[in-house]
């Protein structure tokens, strides 16, 4: 690895950096100083669509190409079936999951909303990522027996469905939602955290909801999941499907 | 699909995440040519090209979640891929070695007129005026870093110039391009 540059010595390399015409010690400077400088990186990626004019689109690849591309696609990952879910005891609290089937939807079903926008398109990913390689399963169930965590059911207004959640002292939490009926196409569930009662959006949980992660900023004194338009709500919409109070001191 | 059909791509990259097959198809679609165009400039090879458009689309079912639509257009991100993706092609010692005999059957020479004259033919018939903003000594920095495949300081042997002076022409000569597609009301930048 070579000297690391300057700014100015960045800067000046941003037109050559964006037409890929650096040397290899030099990009990876570039690379690294781009990581922290919005002003550099603002610049480069406003180079590149520059230079993305550049080109005429007359050109068209062999027809057969699609079909070799396609043929080379992985499929999406399969369904998920586990067995029964053993009640668990911790802290003196009673079990929460009572032998139902847990089962994970297919990755594209799976969703996560941020306060940050622009992180939506990272955060689909590392869900479905997370969701193929039963990360997320491994995770909840960690998080079920750590005996720092809270176990939150939340009820239906007329007390016949219950969905559980476990929130971590970070933050952190999973949400086991696969009681909830699967909504038509259009409709999705969306979880919401209730700081001092106003509602801000935790997760966006798609139409058929299972084990989902989401974090919220603490402290918080409740969840609720509402039936909503996709794709997500400000505030919601309506009266809640299922809603939850912490009991401790966490308001 | 007719939904995907008008989605922006930023949609289109976000169904791409979920898995759906047709809206890679539709990605392809809008940009394979373009990419294709750009990899074929490069390499100046048909096989290699096509190998880079499967490469990039490749990588966008894969990586989706590496595309940033705050950070620029999907065209831009793409062709970024396409064109790091062809030069490193070209200068891997088969490419050439295959770029070296296809010269040396041309008669006569390949020339740099003549390269230019290819390389303004392939140019989107917008972007000329855009260009003519620029000076004689930007469009050509411009034209052997970008569509030679070559580094500045290549570049700066080729024309026999100092490395610094190559650098700030290629910088000043995109700047200027910008304005200038700027003012066209072409781009993303015309949308803002």
């Known amino acids: 690895m070579g000297r690391e540059l300057t700014h100015d010595e960045i800067r000046e390399l941003l037109g050559a950096y964006a037409l890929d015409a650096i040397p290899q010690d030099e990009r990876e400077a570039t690379a690294r100083h781009l990581a922290e400088c919005e002003e550099c990186r603002a610049e480069a990626s406003a180079h590149r669509e520059a230079v993305a004019h550049l080109i005429a689109e007359g050109r068209q690849p062999d027809t057969g190409l699609w079909d070799r591309l396609s043929a080379a696609l992985e499929a999406p990952p399969p369904t998920l079936r586990l067995g029964p879910v053993s009640d668990?005891?911790?802290?003196?609290?009673?079990a929460l999951l009572t032998g139902a089937a847990v089962v994970i939807a297919a990755a594209g079903m799976v969703a996560f909303f941020t306060l940050k926008v622009s992180d939506q398109n990272r955060r689909i990913e590392e869900m479905a990522n997370a969701v193929e390689d039963r990360t997320i399963l491994r995770a909840a169930y960690t998080a079920m027996t750590d005996?720092?965590?809270?176990?939150?059911?939340?009820?239906?207004?007329?007390?016949?469905?219950?969905?559980?959640?476990?929130l971590l002292p970070d933050g952190h939490g999973?949400?086991?939602?696969?009681?909830?009926?699967?909504?038509p196409r259009g409709r999705l569930y969306q979880m919401w955290a209730l700081l001092d009662d106003s509602p801000v959006s935790a997760a966006l949980l798609g139409r058929r909801p299972d084990v989902s992660p989401f974090w919220v900023h603490r402290p918080v004194a409740g969840f609720a999941i509402t039936d909503e338009s996709a794709p997500g709500a400000r505030t919601p919409s309506?009266?809640?499907v299922v809603i939850g109070y912490l009991p401790d001191a966490d308001r | 699909m007719d939904e995907l059909r008008s989605a922006s791509d930023s949609a289109l990259v976000v169904a791409i995440a979920r898995y759906r097959q047709e809206a890679l198809a539709e990605a392809y679609r809008r940009h394979a040519g373009t990419v294709f165009s750009l990899s074929l400039r490069v390499t100046g090879d048909r096989v290699l090209a096509q190998d880079v458009v499967q490469d990039i689309f490749l990588h966008l079912w894969n990586e989706p979640e590496r595309f940033d639509s705050q950070r620029g257009s999907l065209r831009a991100y793409l062709l970024a891929h396409t064109h790091g993706r062809s030069v490193d092609m070209l200068r891997a010692e088969v490419s050439r070695r295959r770029r070296e005999e296809r010269h040396a059957q041309q008669t006569p020479s390949f020339t740099e007129d003549v390269e230019g004259q290819?390389?303004?033919?392939?140019?989107?018939?917008?972007?000329?005026?855009?260009?003519?903003?620029?000076?004689?000594?930007?469009?050509?920095?411009?034209?052997?870093?970008?569509?030679g495949g070559h580094?500045?300081?290549?570049?700066?042997?080729?024309?026999?110039?100092?490395?610094?002076?190559?650098k700030s022409r290629i910088r000043s000569g995109l700047r200027r391009l910008r304005d200038a597609l700027s003012e066209a009301g072409i781009g993303a930048w015309a949308e803002s």
């Not at chain 1, 668990?88 to 009673?94: A, L, P």
């Not at chain 1, 005996?147 to 476990?166: C, I, N, T």
């Not at chain 2, 024309?159 to 190559?166: C, N, Q, V």
């Open chain 1, 147 to 166: 005996p720092a965590a809270e176990q939150l059911p939340l009820l239906s207004p007329d007390r016949s469905m219950v969905v559980y959640l476990v």
């Open chain 2, 118 to 147: 290819v390389w303004e033919a392939a140019l989107a018939g917008h972007v000329h005026q855009a260009l003519s903003a620029l000076s004689h000594d930007e469009r050509e920095a411009i034209r052997l870093a970008y569509f």
């Open chain 1, 88 to 94: 668990t005891v911790r802290r003196g609290r009673t």
């Open chain 1, 174 to 183: 999973y949400l086991m939602a696969g009681k909830l009926r699967t909504l």
């Open chain 1, 238 to 240: 309506g009266k809640p």
């Open chain 2, 151 to 166: 580094t500045y300081r290549e570049v700066a042997a080729l024309l026999d110039e100092p490395e610094g002076t190559i």
